[in-house]
């Protein structure tokens, strides 16, 4: 089923604290990303990210291949979710079940999964959730994209640093921060499927005291009309879904700065109908839907004690709320059975970071303690008692120390470890280490290796209702990663840069759910070892005249060690492009072109390459601050799927076609607002 409402304390309590941000004068963000912050976009976009090393570095020079995206690029290409940003980049691919949208990495897909081997960060502070692990990319990312300012992607293990779910790599987003003068933006756009979104932000400060408050919400009917062909009796209305593909969502984010102390928030709700009968439901019922609410609030201090050494602290609380409800057929029964999946978590903790500058080398060390207040996952009939209940308090720390070394001439050493204890697990070690040649100011050439876990997240290790899903017969152990990679970078012109890669993953002790040959159940067990290896080149050209082109293909094979065959859901070569040029004197034309290669789903089935061309075009400001965009995607209305999981009826589901979206935007400065 999925994963409704804000029912419970904790998110009422988070949305209490964005209220009163709202109202103050105006409080943090990390020292990254206040350094982040202080920077020019141009060479933010080209040099710098934060979130390879926890500290401010040079995007050439960090001990990973990195891609960043920012604002302006988002507008130019029509983005509408994190998803649409990630499938534009080499070596990621994305499917979508109707229900969540889900993130390939370099041939890695698991059925089912939702994308727990990518550590999501907002500002640095952790999204996965401490349930399903999920990284939400899709509709249910909960933040508005007009509050991005960049994104930074870190390719590679991540857990030296992060901990657990840093597995294939490292997403942080970065928002917009507050300014100085007082400033009101407002956004809709209209769009095919009778999709319409609002937002509002406000920004002000005065001194060092500034404040963000914001708030998006979002309306779609979704496709009046679905076919799915494993339905097609009359009975179930010939395959035909009809009005059941709906969905919802608001956003808040506020934050509020004094000086070195930061103060920020979110609460996101999203309701998402699913038409397809997964998971054993009545198909083509309205009842059917996944209600996921996120929320978070924190607080950041950043000091210097010296001119070399800063020290950040951090402490917040978290809370997801998930609700799966769905009609089900039973014998016996005058009609449908409506069934809810509950799931309800809160946790709170604490990290601090110390990173030390000695001449030429640099040395960051921290550590982190998280507390779950309680995991609680329920499942019930109407009416009738829970089938399953469960109520769980773990708790995990964990310690990380990384050398940054200039001790040859032209040659970076990084050299690093996290351990990371838990109530449930074992020590886990991280080990990373790169060395990265520079014979000149425009090449690297790097070796990067490390190692990355992710924990058995509480669905799969205490989730057994006796009724899908039982216990298994061994306890659950951490997954683990091996990775090589070879990266060369290389500026040939001011305006021309390539990149090539390549890259070995070995992946062991893979957690899946396996039916259990005895009953009609299942369970969760490490029984799997892969591999992938593969190849990535990219070119991105920036003229002085805004021509911007950014190519790239990714050819991976990844292999089932157990069976020695091809991994489910993973495509053998991607190629993508993204274009734009200025338009005379009134805008932006962006181009982008994605075509992903067959693939075979999980029930052995071939699932068809596609190619999807989409098209926009934005204005620069005008007229007192208004902007308008039109986007039309998959230009060609191509007809193409996307694999479906193992509790999808379908073994894949046809994607929607041809699209529009026609948005505009009004930014002004607020009338008396102050100045720094």
Not at 451 to 463: F, L, S
Not at 528 to 550: Q, T, Y
Request: aromatic fraction near 10%.
């Amino acid at each position: 089923m999925g994963r409704c409402a804000l029912p419970t304390a904790g998110l009422s309590w988070i949305a209490t604290i964005l209220v009163a941000l709202a109202g103050s004068p105006a409080l943090g963000q990390t020292s990254a990303n206040q350094d982040l912050m202080s920077m020019q976009l141009e060479d933010l976009s080209r040099v710098k990210v934060y979130s390879a090393s926890r500290h401010l570095e040079d995007a050439r020079t960090a001990p990973s291949s990195v891609s960043i995206i920012t604002r302006e690029d988002i507008r130019k290409y029509g983005w509408r979710t994190l998803a649409e940003v990630l499938r534009s980049l080499r070596g990621f691919y994305t499917s979508d079940n109707r229900q969540y949208t889900y993130l390939g990495v370099r041939g890695f897909m698991r059925p089912g999964d939702d994308n727990p081997r990518i550590l999501l960060l907002l500002n640095g502070h952790r999204l996965n959730d401490k349930i399903y692990d999920t990284a939400a990319i899709g509709t249910e990312f909960p933040l508005d994209l007009d509050l991005v300012d960049h994104i930074e992607v870190v390719r590679g293990p991540g857990s030296s640093l992060f901990g657990t779910n840093a597995i294939f790599g490292v997403i942080n987003v970065i928002t917009r921060q507050p300014g100085g003068s007082a400033e009101a933006e407002t956004t809709d756009d209209v769009g095919s499927q009778l999709s319409r979104t609002g937002s509002a932000t406000l920004t002000g400060g005065k001194g060092r005291v500034s404040g963000l408050i914001s708030g998006s919400m979002y309306r779609s009917a979704g496709e009046s009309s679905l076919y799915f062909p494993v339905f097609a009796t009359p009975e179930t209305n010939n395959g035909y879904a009809e009005n059941a593909d709906g969905s919802h969502f608001e956003h808040a984010f506020a934050e509020l700065r004094a000086g070195d102390f930061t103060v920020d928030g979110m609460l996101s709700d999203r309701i998402r109908q699913f038409p397809t009968g997964a998971d054993g439901s009545v198909f083509d019922d309205p009842a059917n839907r996944d209600n996921d609410a996120r929320g978070y609030v924190d607080a950041d201090l950043h000091r210097k004690l010296g001119a070399d050494t800063d020290l950040d602290v951090r402490a917040y609380y978290d809370a997801y709320d998930y609700v799966g409800s769905g009609d089900y057929a039973a014998p016996g029964l005058p009609g449908p059975m409506a069934v809810f999946v509950k799931a309800r978590a809160d946790w709170v903790g604490t990290e601090a970071t110390l990173t030390r500058q000695i001449g030429a080398q640099s040395l960051t060390a921290g550590a982190e303690y998280e507390y779950s207040l309680g995991l609680r996952q329920w499942t019930y009939a109407a009416g009738m008692p829970d089938v399953f209940w469960s109520d769980e308090t773990p708790w995990l720390a964990g310690a990380f120390a990384e050398a940054e070394l200039h001790l040859i001439p032209r040659l970076i050493v990084h050299a690093g470890a996290r351990v990371d204890n838990s109530s449930e697990f074992n020590d886990a070690v991280s080990p990373r280490a790169a060395l990265i040649y520079t014979p000149d100011g425009q090449t690297a050439l790097k070796y990067l290796v490390g190692q990355a876990y992710r924990d058995p997240n509480a669905y799969e290790e205490y989730y057994a209702d006796g009724v899908t899903v039982t216990a298994g017969p061994r306890s659950l152990v951490p997954e683990q990663i091996l990775s090589n990679e070879v990266v060369l970078e290389r500026s040939v012109r001011p305006w021309l840069s390539v990149t090539a890669d390549g890259f070995y993953n070995r992946l062991k002790e893979l957690i899946d759910q396996v039916p259990d040959g005895n009953t009609t159940l299942s369970y969760f067990v490490n029984d799997d070892h892969v591999h992938a290896m593969g190849l990535e080149g990219e070119v991105d050209v920036e003229r002085e005249s805004g021509v911007a082109v950014r190519s790239s293909y990714t050819a991976t094979m990844a292999t089932d060690d157990v069976t020695h065959t091809a991994l489910t859901n993973a495509p053998h070569s991607q190629a993508k492009l993204n274009g734009s040029l200025p338009v005379e004197r009134w805008g932006t034309a962006g181009l982008e072109l994605l075509y992903v290669g067959p693939l075979t789903d999980e029930r052995d089935t071939r699932v068809p390459a596609y190619f999807l061309p989409s098209i926009t075009f934005a204005t620069r400001p005008f007229g007192g601050g208004w902007q308008f965009s039109s986007s039309c995607y998959d230009a060609t209305n191509q007809r193409w799927f996307s694999p479906g999981g193992p509790n999808d009826p379908e073994d894949q589901m046809q994607m929607d076609g041809r699209a529009w979206r026609f948005r505009m935007s009004w930014r002004q400065p607020a009338r008396g607002g102050g100045g720094r």
